[in-house]
Nanobody
Framework: QVLLVESGGGSVQAGGSLRLSCAAS????????MAWFRQGPGKERWEREG???????????YYADSVKGRFTISQDNAKNTVYLQMNSLEPEDTAMYYC???????????????????????WGQGTQVTVSS
């Protein structure tokens, strides 16, 4: 059974930082694509925004324009964990943040077209991030 468990969310003021973690079990991250999505208040699942992705086997990454330069995705294969370092947080970053995994994703396509919810098979339960102004 694949289990992705997010942690690290919380409430911060604008300009602050948080680091989210996604611990995987029943799944080896170093041969798969891992991604972070977020779902803003009032948004539906299909409206989740893919904000960062990484091919943990080779290090290729993708960032949405909305977070580029502020967020960094990384992995620790020994801990089977993916991280999202979030700096210079803005109130617009307030959302539920989800970790996702897929073994058959196309990172080249993701880098061109962005990360879509349908590209990823496995999902965590999410961690809430709230940024106040």
């Amino acid at each position: 059974q694949v289990l992705l468990v997010e942690s690290g969310g919380g409430s911060v003021q604008a300009g602050g930082s948080l680091r989210l973690s996604c611990a995987a079990s029943g799944w080896t991250i170093n041969s798969s694509c891992m991604a972070w999505f977020r779902q803003g208040p009032g948004k539906e699942r299909w409206e989740r925004e893919g904000i960062a992705a990484i091919y943990a086997g080779g290090g290729s990454t993708y960032y949405a324009d909305s977070v580029k330069g502020r967020f960094t995705i990384s992995q620790d294969n020994a801990k089977n964990t993916v991280y999202l370092q979030m700096n210079s947080l803005e109130p617009e970053d307030t959302a539920m943040y989800y970790c996702a995994a897929d073994g058959g994703c196309d990172m080249t396509a993701i880098q061109v077209l962005g990360a879509e919810e349908a590209d990823f098979q496995y999902w965590g339960q999410g961690t809430q991030v709230t940024v106040s102004s």
